[in-house]
């Protein structure tokens, strides 16, 4: 049920959302290639907004978490632009198959960094659990507060695939509330908490060793830059390298030939990159994760 509080801003996106009709498929096609590859404006909001439904109904769905729905679709709304910056029609599925991931994700990232002033998680195992582990406590009827049983921490670590331990850390973080590390760990006051914690900074042989890394993935490149002809590149660097990547009709006015084009002598330049970095890094005896990052 939405909070009192939330009713009118809930009714007033309600009443956005519904300003933009469902599309057909047909339809969010020719919209989707209109932004790809025109980067045409007025398609753009048509094909957004008309998942501002989506969004509004995957906010509702976080809502117990104790922060505005409003806040929570203004998130979402951040994951469904990301969506559409990177959606390629061509592919065959529906914007609001591919929309989903990149609109639960953003939600998600914005609750976790709201939970606490610590991160509650950083790796996809401890998200999974941040996110499950009060509906585990309601199956498994303990709603209590303070540490579970150890019977509820085996069957929650069993079914959510994660150590005992960070089952137990997540609980005791989400039943809790946040202190201040500045705060005296004893009466005299002479330590604080702050004073326990490790430094998590990479040390300075980690800093070098991935300046060396950084360092050969630049020279692999360069090197299989130079192995494309001068199209190639252009094209590559135009398309993949820039901050504003120019669209497939600036760069068949430019070439004098059809965006299909542009877009297949794109594909050809960028495996061909790719086929030239990882025979560079095979030759250079370096893994295959380092030659293709």
């Not at 498929?25 to 025109?38: F, G, S």
């Not at 061509?90 to 991160?119: C, M, N, P």
């Amino acid at each position: 049920m939405i909070p009192f509080d939330n009713k009118d801003a809930f009714a007033h996106l309600l009443t956005d959302a519904k300003r933009f009709p469902m599309l057909t498929a047909e339809r969010e096609r020719e919209l989707a290639c209109a932004w790809r590859d025109n980067r045409d404006e007025a398609a753009l909001r048509q094909l957004v907004g008309s998942h501002l439904r989506l969004v509004i109904k995957v906010a509702r769905g976080f809502s117990g978490y104790g922060l505005p729905l409003s806040d929570l679709v203004a998130e979402g709304n951040v994951g469904l632009m990301q969506a559409a910056q990177k959606f390629e029609p061509d592919r065959g599925f529906r914007f609001a198959t591919y929309a989903l991931w990149w609109i639960r994700a953003a939600i998600q990232e914005y609750i976790l960094h709201s939970a606490s002033i610590v991160k509650m998680g950083t790796t996809a195992a401890q998200k999974k659990l941040f996110f499950n582990l009060r509906q585990m406590k309601g199956r498994l009827e303990h709603l209590e507060e303070g540490d579970l049983r150890p019977e509820s921490v085996t069957a929650i670590a069993t079914a959510l695939d994660v150590p005992e331990k960070d089952v137990i850390e997540m609980n005791r973080r989400l039943s809790g509330a946040d202190g201040s590390l500045n705060a005296s760990r004893r009466e005299d006051g002479d330590s604080e908490w702050l004073d326990l914690l490790v430094e998590e900074g990479a040390s300075q042989e980690t800093a070098l060793a991935e300046a060396d890394e950084l360092a050969q993935r630049r020279r692999l490149l360069g090197e299989a830059m130079a192995g494309l002809n001068e199209r190639e590149r252009e094209i590559l660097v135009e398309r993949r390298l820039r901050d504003e990547p120019l669209t497939l009709e600036d760069l068949s006015r430019r070439f004098k030939v059809s965006r299909e084009r542009i877009r297949q002598l794109e594909v050809r330049a960028v495996e061909k990159l790719r086929k030239a970095m990882l025979e560079a890094g095979r030759m250079a005896g370096l893994p295959t994760g380092l030659a293709t990052a």
